[in-house]
Every structure is written in structure tokens, then in C-alpha cells.
């Protein structure tokens, strides 16, 4: 044992020689500054008779100094990193070793043992030497590191001269292997023009970018401002594009905490960038309260939001999850997914058809969840126009049979994944989601499972979703397809829908329905702007965009929530919610089913649209599924009737939004 540590390369030994040099250096600066101070005060003819006083003084002061160091842990530290943090506590260190080393010398000599001069003196010295030493250690280091690297280095500017740039400018000298030469800075700030940090000078603002590319012969612009806004980063991405110069985006400082170094976090512009979104402060703590130690099931595990809620719920140390899904090939995947980054999770992929009521009294009785989410639905709105009882079918009756089965399995918490398309809706897809929560809102009613609903808007880069149809578009040269120039939807990034969704269930107590902010609503044809020039292309010169008209379902504003769904604030910033009346009393739903299940049967449109009417008066249905529904009706006066309804509803609909907007 004593050889293994007496070994030069044991990394135990490499740290006793690194504390016995850092004190050595400490020790000798404290006993110079004692010595200087006597030497200065007497202009280096110390008198005979100060010769014994200062032999005593100078050994309080090293042990004083020693003692009060040790204490601050100032030996304990790289000099190579000393700050202005590490210089203040060096100043502070110094000022308390001085009153502690010189109330010991007047104890032990006497008042006049020593001239008061002499205290002054050795407490300004110790500051000079002691914090000298760190500095001159750090300046010798950092000029080695920047020794040019062998290797063409790539021409960088920094477009943000805050902390964030400051931060990756230091980066970047000390990691060499980045191979950056960074050429100065660019800020949108006209008070910062000309300065010089850190060496380097701010070259002009973002409208000057071009100009300074070509003047320094930049390759590269790193963006350094995380707090940007997502109209100041399509600013900033326009620059960058006309400059016809590689650009790239560095992280804040959220992703940084949970990442490695600054350096290697650099990445492309996202599209998540241009929206500007803040991200999401969580209560880690109540949620791993709620599910650490517990079997979470998860339906519709293979989707984008199934997906991220296990990624999201794996962090948070489950006994379990359950992942349901009849799509086998992304539940492989995420399978495979979940033990590559989660090495202890216990994963259970399981598949099944939510409309399957032995299958899902097969898994529960097996696996004996205590939380489940609900995420399995049809969600594409212009397709469950087309088939309006298979959406009947999945996003009702799998509600029912999964809440049915969640409550005679014990499940205690069951949260349900719905969406704005439920608030006054025009498709099938947004009124079978508000039956849906009306089934859970009546289950609330009579078993102990505690049934939350939590609504969102459209999710970036989800299966099918606008983003990657407008990616495919664009890599085969375009057009880039919109319906139409005003339509308008809530975005969120799929990790921050997930999370939200995880608060709102650490939250809720059963019926309540939670709705997310989504900040301010974005026109779609905007985004289609901003993908093309992620892309390094310009709108409508290289990429056109064309307008084809509204898809069956679809309206131009989405809303969170009705004029009677009086919101209330919740104890997270982003999450409001409201208590679902009942509407549907257990007896009630049991016959609505009945007859849902009927109307299936029959395939019959009429009926449907009429009893969705009933259900939820302000359902406007589409054009396709009016004809339809006209077409079957069992008469003229019962064709006239659902028209003028149809009419009614359309006309309110229209009022509410243009007065809205």
C-alpha cells in the first residue's frame, strides 16, 4: 500500500505534491511579506533591538496566515482558474490572518513590540504576493495552452460579447482541440462597439456581419446569446445566411449544467431556437416523490410524446415502466433507446390495442401499475375526417377501456394527454379528445383513481407534425406547402411538453383539466420562413412556398380553453388548470357508449353528428363530414334541421375568433 502511494503516477501522491507546493508558496509569501514590511519601514537597516521581536512576529504571522488559509480553503484549489471570486477571498483571507496574527503579537510583545506601521505593511504584501502568485501561475498557464496548435485553425467570431461569449471565447483558448482562432466579436449592442475583452474587440453589430466576414475572412460564427428572443434569432440567422458564413449556436446555461464542456455543446440552429422559448423550471422534488419506487405504465409508449414521457419519467428512478403499443418496430427501438441511456431501468415493452380489454387486463394484472399516462390517440386531423368512427373507435372507446381497466387494477393516477383541438372543435379528432375527457370526468365520479386531463397545443418535430413534412419539402427542393397565410398554432418542443406533463400530474388531485402555456401562437407560413433558412436558403427565391387551402378539420386559430373554463394559476408558472363539470354522470356515459358503440355499428354519420351536437354544443363539424351527415339524414325537415344547426355553430365560431383576433 505505502509503495502504491508513494508512486509518482498514483493520482492520491499527485495531489499530496500539488497541497505541499501550493503551501510551500503560501508559506514563503507570508514569511517575505513579514520580512519586507520590517525592511521597508526601517529603509533596510533594521535596528539590533527588532531583531528578536521580529523573529516572534514573523512565526505568528505564518501560522496565523497557515491557519486562516487552511480554514477558507485556499490551499485547496487550482490556481490555473483563480477569478476575481478567488481574488476577494484572498484579500479577505489575508485581513483576517492580519488581526488574528497581529491581536497574538500584542498579547505576546506588547504594544510597542513592533511599529503599527509594520501590520500595514505586511497585510498589504501578503495581498500582493500571495494573490501575485495565483495570477502570474494562471498567466503562465494560459499563454502555454495558447500556443498555436499545429493544424489549420478555423477563423471564428463570436456573435455575442455578454457572458456567454466571454465564456466560450475562454473556452475555446484553453481547448485546443476545437482548433478555433477567434478574430474578435459581434453585439446588436451600440455601447459595446470598439471595446476590448478579453483581448479581443467587438468588430460591429449584426448588420455589419457580412461586412466584417469578409474583411477578417471569418469561416465560422458561433452564436453566444441563450436569452435571445426567437424573432432576434431569425434576425441574427439572416445575417448570418447573407454573410454566407458557417454558423452554429451555443447552449445556455440550463443545457450546460447537465452537460460536459462548453465547447463540445456548440450545435447548429434549431428550429426550437427560433421560437424562443424559456426552459422549463421543474419541482424535481415532488415529482420523484410521486413516482420513484413505482411501476409507471405509459399507452401509446412508441409515440413522440410516449416516448419522451418514458425518457422524461426514467430520470426520475421507477421500480418500472410499462410501455404499451401496437407499433412493434418504434417499441424495439425504444426499448433498445431506454437500456443504452438508462442501464437500470426496468423496461417492459408490451403490445396491445388499447381497445382491447383483455389485453390491457393482462398487463395490469401482471405488472400492477400505480400511475399510468394515457398518451395512445389518432391524432391527424384531415385523416380522422375520412375515418370518423375509427377515431370513435381509439380515442373513446380505448379511453374508456384503459380507464376502465386502470380503475378495477388499483391504478392511482391516470393522466390523460389531450389537446387545444378539444376547445371548440372543428374535427373529429378535437371532439372524440373532449369526449374523452368528459369519460374520464365521469369515472372521477365513482372510483378512488385520481383522473387528470392535460392540454396542449402542436408539438415540434412529432410523428407527422409540420416540421418534418416542411424538412422533406425542403430537401427536395421545395415547394414548402402552407394552407394558408393566417393560420396559427401553439408550439412547445417535445421534452418540454413531456415535463409539463409530468408537474401537471405531481400536481393534480384528481379532476382537473390542465392546460400548458403555450406562449404566443405562431402563423405557420413564419415557420415555413424559418425552416427554409435553417436550411442556408432564402424564401421564396430559393424555396417557394405555396398556399393549397384549409384541410378538412381545420380552422385558422387554436384556443387553449373556453370563455367558461375559468382558469385558475397553479403552483408552477407555466400551468393553469380548471375542474371539467360533470356532464356526463356515470349512468349517462354508460348509455352514451351504448349508443356510440350503435352508431359505429351502423356506420351511421347522421347519428353521430347529432349526438356529438348533443354532447358538445359547440362542435362545428367540417364541410366533408356536413355532406355526409345531410346525405344520410332520414328525411328533408331532419336534413334542414342539422343544417341550420350546423349553420348556428359555424356563425359562432366565426365571431369568436375574428373578435378575438
Keep these: ?146 500556443r498555436r496548435p499545429k493544424g489549420k485553425l478555423t477563423r471564428t467570431l463570436i456573435y455575442g460579447a455578454g457572458t456567454a461569449g466571454l465564456a466560450l471565447l475562454w473556452e475555446l483558448r484553453q481547448n485546443q482541440s476545437l482548433m478555433c482562432d477567434v478574430v474578435g466579436f459581434i453585439d446588436d449592442d451600440p455601447s459595446k462597439m470598439h471595446l476590448i475583452l478579453q483581448g479581443k474587440r467587438v468588430l460591429g453589430t449584426g448588420e455589419d456581419l457580412g461586412a466584417v466576414v469578409r474583411k477578417y475572412v471569418v ?84 409515440g413522440s410524446i410516449g416516448s419522451e414521457l418514458c425518457r422524461q419519467i426514467a430520470r426520475f428512478r421507477p421500480l418500472a415502466i410499462v410501455g404499451f403499443d401496437e407499433a412493434e418496430t418504434p417499441l424495439f427501438q425504444l426499448d433498445r433507446e431506454l437500456a443504452k441511456s438508462f442501464p437500470d431501468l426496468v423496461f417492459y415493452p408490451e403490445i396491445g390495442n388499447i ?71 372543428t374535427s373529429m379528432m378535437g371532439a372524440t379528445k373532449r369526449i374523452a375527457e368528459l369519460v374520464i370526468r365521469s369515472l372521477q365520479q365513482e372510483s378512488g383513481t385520481k383522473f387528470v386531463a392535460v392540454r396542449f397545443g402542436n408539438v415540434l418535430g412529432s410523428n407527422g407534425s409540420v416540421v418534418p413534412i416542411f424538412k422533406e419539402q425542403i430537401a427536395a427542393g421545395g415547394p414548402v406547402t402552407v394552407t394558408d397565410p393566417e393560420m396559427c398554432r401553439y408550439f412547445m418542443t417535445i421534452p418540454e411538453a413531456a415535463q409539463l406533463v409530468l408537474q401537471a400530474f405531481s400536481i393534480g388531485k384528481g379532476g382537473e383539466i390542465f392546460v400548458l402555456d403555450m406562449g404566443e401562437p405562431v402563423k405557420i407560413v413564419d415557420l415555413a420562413r424559418n425552416l427554409i433558412l435553417l436550411s442556408g436558403l432564402q424564401p421564396g427565391l430559393d424555396i417557394k412556398i405555396q398556399f393549397t387551402g384549409m384541410r378538412p378539420g381545420e380552422k385558422l386559430f387554436e384556443e387553449l380553453s373556453l370563455e367558461t373554463e375559468h382558469l385558475l394559476p397553479t403552483k408552477h408558472a407555466k400551468i393553469r388548470s380548471y375542474v371539467c363539470p360533470s356532464v356526463l354522470g356515470p349512468k349517462q356515459l354508460q348509455s352514451c357508449l351504448s349508443e356510440f358503440q350503435q352508431i359505429v355499428a351502423e356506420r351511421n354519420v347522421f347519428r353521430l353528428l347529432q349526438r356529438l351536437k348533443e354532447i358538445i354544443p359547440d362542435y362545428s363539424p367540417g364541410p366533408e363530414l356536413q355532406e355526409a351527415a345531410l346525405s344520410a339524414a332520414p328525411d328533408h325537415a331532419g336534413r334542414a334541421k342539422i343544417q341550420q344547426r350546423i349553420d348556428g355553430h359555424a356563425a359562432k365560431l366565426y365571431e369568436s375568433v375574428t373578435g378575438m383576433n
Design 355 to 425: 381497445i382491447r380489454a383483455d389485453t390491457l387486463h393482462l398487463v395490469m394484472e401482471h405488472y400492477k401499475p400505480t400511475i399510468l399516462y394515457h398518451a395512445a390517440a389518432y391524432k391527424h386531423v384531415p385523416m380522422m375526417e375520412k375515418h370518423a368512427f375509427a377515431a370513435i373507435e381509439n380515442n373513446v372507446f380505448g379511453t374508456w377501456q384503459v380507464a376502465r381497466s386502470a380503475t378495477q387494477h388499483g391504478v392511482e393516477d391516470f393522466v390523460m394527454i389531450s389537446t387545444d383541438k378539444a376547445v371548440r372543435p
Design 1 to 146: 500500500m505505502l509503495q502504491v502511494l508513494t508512486s509518482a503516477g498514483h493520482p492520491g501522491m499527485k495531489l499530496i505534491w500539488h497541497r505541499l507546493r501550493v503551501n510551500a508558496l503560501d508559506w514563503a509569501a507570508f514569511a517575505l511579506s513579514g520580512l519586507l514590511a520590517f525592511e521597508l519601514r526601517f529603509d533596510g537597516e533594521l535596528p539590533a533591538h527588532y531583531f528578536q521581536p521580529m523573529k516572534v512576529a514573523l512565526c505568528i504571522w505564518v501560522v496565523a496566515k497557515s491557519v486562516i488559509f487552511a480554514v477558507s480553503k485556499l490551499n485547496k484549489g487550482n490556481w490555473r482558474y483563480t477569478s476575481a471570486l478567488d481574488a476577494v477571498r484572498v484579500v479577505w483571507a489575508n485581513t483576517a490572518a492580519s488581526i488574528l496574527g497581529g491581536l497574538t503579537i500584542l498579547l505576546v510583545l506588547g504594544l510597542r513590540g513592533i511599529p503599527r506601521s509594520v501590520y500595514i505593511l505586511d497585510w498589504l504584501l501578503s495581498c500582493l504576493l500571495t494573490l501575485g502568485c495565483r495570477l502570474v501561475t494562471r498567466v503562465v498557464i494560459t499563454t502555454h495552452n495558447s
Design 219 to 302: 469561416e465560422r460564427v458561433l452564436i453566444a446569446i441563450p436569452s435571445a428572443t426567437g424573432p432576434q434569432m431569425v434576425r441574427m440567422l439572416k445575417y448570418a445566411i447573407e454573410a454566407e458564413v458557417e454558423h452554429k449556436m451555443v447552449p445556455g446555461l440550463g443545457d450546460l449544467i447537465q452537460g460536459t464542456e462548453l465547447g463540445h455543446q456548440i450545435r447548429d440552429v434549431a428550429v426550437e431556437d427560433l421560437l424562443g422559448r424559456t426552459p422549463v423550471a421543474l419541482d424535481q422534488g415532488s415529482i420523484m416523490e410521486r413516482i420513484q419506487g413505482r411501476v409507471v405504465m405509459v399507452t401509446g409508449a412508441a
